[in-house]
């Protein structure tokens, strides 16, 4: 006679938890960026979203918010200048400072980026079954404080 002891799983350890979170980040970043439509680069798309976000900022600022130097950041903004997804203006505190703040050409961009981008994730989430849709939706409000934290770390 057997007898079957019914069993839950043991949890994963912290140190598999966050190796198996940062691999799966890393993977939807790669999903992501084939599912952004063609245009501009993701770094200038993140730039652009941060001045929407966020309103005007110094270069300097911008750059440190996106983990780039000074003078990666001076490109992305001189080809998003020049695209007119952004402009430089004097800041009105001090007129020797310039800030860099989105256009409405580069809101309407970014708009149009999101709406593409929902779409394709909504095909392949509807390609899942409905628990695992689920448990990615409970999963959405921690994982949004997660990247909070991450983009004030």
């Known amino acids: 006679m057997f007898v079957?002891?019914?069993?839950?799983?043991?949890?994963?350890?912290v140190d598999t938890a966050q190796q198996d979170l940062a691999l799966t980040v890393q993977r939807l970043f790669a999903v992501l960026r084939r599912l952004s439509p063609p245009g501009i680069s993701l770094s200038a798309a993140a730039t652009l979203a941060t001045l929407e976000r966020e309103g005007p900022q110094r270069l300097t600022e911008?750059?440190?918010?996106e983990g780039v130097t000074q003078p990666a950041m001076t490109q992305i903004v001189t080809r998003?200048?020049?695209?007119a997804l952004a402009a430089?203006?004097?800041?009105?505190a001090d007129r020797r400072v310039v800030l860099v703040e989105i256009?409405?050409?580069?809101r309407d961009l970014l708009r149009h980026?999101?709406?593409?981008?929902a779409e394709?994730?909504?095909a392949l989430l509807a390609q899942l079954d409905p628990a695992d849709r689920a448990a990615i939706e409970a999963a959405l409000p921690a994982l949004g404080r997660l990247?909070?934290?991450a983009a004030t770390a």
């Open 4 to 13: 079957v002891v019914a069993t839950t799983p043991a949890p994963l350890s």
């Open 62 to 65: 911008l750059a440190v918010r």
């Open 80 to 83: 998003l200048e020049r695209d």
């Open 88 to 92: 430089r203006t004097a800041d009105p």
């Open 103 to 106: 256009t409405q050409a580069g």
């Open 113 to 117: 980026r999101r709406d593409v981008r």
């Open 120 to 122: 394709r994730v909504a």
């Open 147 to 149: 990247a909070d934290h």
